[in-house]
């Protein structure tokens, strides 16, 4: 999401080559890690590989601070989606006030943000419809025994994010995900799939710390990529032995689709 908005603004495009400094970076007080060391590498491959090095440098030097803001915002997270059911979670995005040094690189990678899986997949649905987030809907209509309509819900646009020739070049570089990055257990022979893989560490309550034990394993994707019908977020909480999203995740989104 924060590079679709870093395309969308003109500010990268899917061959820009972002240095991934071999999987360790120095920024501020706090060193950035890969799970696998990249060199300078193109942003489709950055969003492919899933390097938080390159995630992050979008975030702080490209966008920085207050951009980048704008974009977790304008994608609905940090808010009420408006979904007809009760007690949504906005999940949390931190006032720009109350960010810090941290937060640039944090947020990119999915750290100091928390997301509902209904805000996942509305967000990623957005990109695959051309870059307009619509309220989510569970109940088309609610009728009586005679057909007197009482209440009736459609597609309701709730803004566009980005533009069609960003959400394209998006569309692309998630298909690349799928065919050759961390989502090919994702894949469905015949059709062509497009989507993330997101693993995330938890807060340890005793310690308010990121654990290393525990995890959330996610992967959100829609098909056909190019004229999508269906958009799937599937999200594991501390799946046990393989935790990465695009291990146990992916294939679970795969299935559905087929």
Not at 127 to 145: C, D, E, F, M, W
Request: hydrophobic share 40%; glycine share 10%; proline share 5%.
């Amino acid at each position: 999401f924060v590079a679709a908005w870093a395309l969308n603004l003109g500010l990268i495009h899917p061959d820009t080559r972002i240095d991934c400094e071999n999987g360790l970076w120095k920024h501020g007080p706090r060193t950035l890690h890969d799970h696998h060391p990249y060199a300078t590498i193109p942003v489709t491959d950055v969003i492919k590989f899933s390097s938080n090095i390159g995630a992050a440098k979008i975030g702080a030097l490209t966008l920085g601070s207050k951009r980048l803001h704008e974009c977790m915002k304008a994608w609905g997270f940090g808010s009420y989606s408006g979904v007809d059911l009760p007690a949504e979670d906005d999940g949390r995005l931190f006032p720009l006030s109350k960010w810090t040094i941290y937060s640039e690189t944090s947020v990119p990678m999915g750290h100091e943000i928390a997301v509902t899986p209904l805000q996942l997949a509305a967000a990623m649905s957005a990109i695959a419809n051309g870059g307009t987030l619509y309220r989510p809907y569970v109940v088309k209509r609610v009728a009586s025994g005679d057909g007197t309509v009482f209440q009736e819900h459609g597609p309701q646009s709730a803004g566009r994010v980005i533009g069609a020739k960003a959400a394209r070049d998006m569309i692309e570089i998630l298909k690349s995900v799928v065919s050759d990055g961390t989502g090919r257990k994702a894949a469905v022979e015949g059709v062509k799939v497009a989507g993330k893989t997101g693993t995330s560490q938890k807060i340890d309550p005793k310690t308010k710390q990121y654990t290393h034990e525990k995890y959330i394993a996610s992967f959100v994707g829609f098909a056909p990529a190019d004229d999508a019908r269906l958009c799937i977020a599937v999200v594991l909480d501390e799946p046990q032995g393989a935790y990465y999203g695009g291990a146990v995740a992916a294939p679970v989104v795969g299935r559905i689709l087929q």
